[in-house]
């Protein structure tokens, strides 16, 4: 297993494309092989930054706040969420996004989560569509990801994906969901920075205060600015973050900008407004948080698919015990702990 | 714990409205005396039926194909889902449901679930508009559920919910989900009828097609049935529902209603329809095995909340580490399922 592991994720590491899908959908079925060559690829970018530092702090430019010794992590990509309702033109936005990045010569990974489609292959076709308009460029990695199969948590699958993208060394990690429901507030928990697209005339203000998701956006775009209502939604914008009064010393002020992703209008600010914060982050020491807040999801996603198995071997009996009030479900609950820990053991 | 725990199980089995709602805060919060409760009530109901079922036998009314001594649970609540957009009028509608069940002398209990709600605390002014209309009537009880703090899994907590309002005697649980996502489709393989609400002129044909509800629904509404293009929606569900061919013989072919919720129209027929798709459950044995998925639901909301709760103590550096590939997040996983054991052991 050792072998086959580091083989493929030195072929992923190289930029194979096959490798990197084979090593995805291993990750997002807890297959072990996939999970050695996960944890080999972080052990060398580790090893990598740790030489790097302790180059660094042999020359003049030793950094005094960074002791890469003691087992700091490398920085890693910049993991951006990007979110919106369904028309948001938040897809083409993200590909305008991918554009902006190539120029600046970073390699770029998308996933596209999608909680609605639990059912339906649909978000195949898409990846296949994207794949295609980037075929010919290979730091541009596309791909999809449905509700299906990840009923242990859709959110934390998609963080353990994260993680390899990042892993293999992508600069850039877009993901981009569909701006409803607990997924993707528990993906805003988990990136560096969450970018919310709204769109004139659909009360999509309203509707990001009804999600919650004024709370967990670094960064908001009117998207289709050049349609009417653009300038209200960005005033309204402005005026509910206003509410909350000025903001302390020192804390990120989320802007709100404008763009026409189709004419690719305002794309350019967005990256630089998205570069804005991620310096903003690491100066404070919330990369670190974010981080780890990623590795905390992939556990719970293996922790969720180690329950998922064992929950669906238990015997009708037990089942039928617990319906009838022989035993209470907290006792039938640990008991299936324990024995998902010692099958895994 | 034992004496508080049988205290607030007989209040809430008696109809007290303010012990029933404690024990949901704390099933919702895993709570061992509320657990306890539940586990209490639902052997008092397992123990009446056997009674029921063992008087039964002694007499001339032997039902030969239910052996209550052999530990069969009561029938139970019917547990009816009904999903439908924003907009649908689904709260109408099951307030409508709500009216005609207490005509026919059945207490009923509503449970409202809203995943787009992660922060506010919105259902909780629903919640109360809502109990105001039916203050009055012991016999009716409506509660709220929102995403937040069910991070571990909205639709397994309203799992354990729904087995609490079925044990303390609802002869009718009303689940109530807005038509998206991964935690409706959850609740759907759990409840025993799953109604999905349409309206006219929104696209939601497609709509419904899109998000898996054609898999899920056994029984169709088209509601606001008075408004332009109802006609056409009830033709093209029925389509795509013959699309599949000829159901096999014995197998339900779930009904495309219409309804009028404002006026009340439509809905004694939607009530007739529930009631044959709970008679054809029965018939074919389908009732037991969406109570033991409601059991499977609960426990996975038990595992997840001592999950959650161990997550949260992982220190940092054990996060660094894998972060740093120094062990893999399975490796972790594990070490974590084995303390939420021995913790709650």
Not at 316 to 328: F, I, K, P, T
């Given at each position: 297993?050792?072998?086959?592991?580091?083989?493929?994720?030195?072929?992923a590491?190289e930029?194979?494309?096959?490798?990197?899908?084979?090593?995805?959908?291993?990750?997002?079925?807890?297959?072990?092989?996939?999970?050695?060559?996960l944890?080999?690829?972080?052990?060398?970018?580790?090893?990598?930054?740790?030489n790097?530092?302790?180059?660094?702090?042999?020359?003049?430019?030793?950094?005094?706040?960074?002791d890469?010794?003691?087992?700091?992590?490398?920085?890693?990509?910049?993991v951006?969420g990007?979110?919106?309702?369904?028309?948001?033109?938040?897809?083409?936005?993200?590909?305008?996004?991918?554009?902006?990045?190539?120029?600046?010569?970073r390699?770029?990974?998308?996933?596209?989560?999608?909680?609605?489609?639990?059912?339906?292959g649909?978000?195949?076709?898409g990846?296949?569509?994207?794949?295609?308009?980037?075929?010919?460029?290979?730091?541009?990695?596309?791909?999809?990801?449905?509700?299906?199969?990840?009923?242990?948590?859709?959110?934390?699958?998609?963080?353990?994906v994260?993680?390899?993208?990042?892993?293999?060394?992508?600069?850039l990690?877009?993901?981009?969901?569909?701006?409803?429901?607990?997924?993707?507030?528990?993906?805003?928990?988990?990136?560096?920075?969450?970018?919310?697209?709204?769109?004139p005339?659909?009360?999509d203000g309203?509707?990001?205060?009804?999600?919650?998701?004024?709370?967990?956006?670094?960064?908001?775009?009117?998207?289709?600015?050049?349609?009417?209502?653009?300038?209200?939604?960005?005033?309204?914008?402005?005026?509910?973050?206003?509410?909350?009064?000025?903001?302390?010393?020192?804390?990120?002020?989320?802007?709100?900008?404008?763009?026409?992703?189709?004419?690719?209008?305002g794309v350019?600010?967005?990256?630089?407004?998205?570069?804005?914060?991620r310096?903003?982050?690491?100066?404070?020491?919330?990369?670190?948080?974010?981080?780890?807040?990623?590795v905390?999801?992939?556990v719970?996603?293996?922790?969720?698919?180690a329950?998922?198995?064992?929950?669906a071997?238990?015997?009708?009996?037990?089942?039928?015990?617990?319906?009838?009030?022989?035993?209470?479900?907290?006792?039938?609950?640990?008991?299936?702990?324990?024995?998902?820990?010692?099958?895994?053991?």
């Amino acid at each position: 297993m050792k072998h086959e592991a580091e083989e493929l994720a030195r072929r992923a590491a190289e930029g194979d494309e096959r490798s990197l899908a084979r090593l995805i959908s291993g990750i997002e079925a807890g297959e072990p092989v996939s999970l050695e060559a996960l944890r080999s690829l972080r052990a060398t970018r580790a090893g990598v930054a740790a030489n790097a530092g302790a180059a660094s702090s042999a020359g003049i430019e030793a950094n005094a706040g960074v002791d890469a010794s003691a087992g700091v992590a490398p920085p890693g990509a910049r993991v951006v969420g990007v979110t919106g309702a369904p028309g948001s033109g938040k897809s083409t936005l993200v590909d305008a996004l991918v554009r902006v990045s190539r120029e600046l010569d970073r390699r770029v990974a998308v996933l596209a989560v999608d909680p609605s489609s639990p059912y339906t292959g649909g978000a195949i076709l898409g990846d296949r569509i994207r794949m295609a308009r980037w075929h010919a460029d290979e730091a541009v990695f596309v791909r999809s990801m449905a509700a299906r199969g990840h009923l242990g948590g859709l959110a934390a699958a998609a963080l353990q994906v994260v993680a390899l993208l990042e892993a293999v060394g992508f600069d850039l990690v877009l993901v981009e969901t569909v701006g409803v429901g607990q997924s993707e507030v528990e993906v805003a928990a988990a990136v560096d920075t969450t970018v919310v697209v709204l769109t004139p005339g659909q009360g999509d203000g309203v509707q990001a205060v009804k999600a919650g998701l004024m709370e967990v956006a670094d960064v908001f775009v009117v998207n289709k600015a050049d349609q009417p209502g653009a300038e209200r939604l960005v005033r309204d914008v402005r005026g509910a973050l206003g509410l909350a009064g000025p903001p302390p010393a020192g804390t990120w002020s989320p802007p709100v900008l404008t763009s026409v992703a189709t004419r690719e209008e305002g794309v350019a600010e967005l990256s630089a407004a998205i570069d804005r914060h991620r310096e903003h982050l690491e100066a404070s020491g919330a990369s670190d948080r974010a981080r780890r807040r990623r590795v905390r999801g992939e556990v719970r996603a293996l922790v969720a698919e180690a329950v998922r198995r064992e929950l669906a071997r238990v015997p009708e009996e037990e089942l039928d015990s617990v319906a009838e009030g022989e035993r209470d479900a907290r006792t039938l609950a640990m008991a299936l702990l324990s024995r998902a820990a010692d099958a895994n053991a």
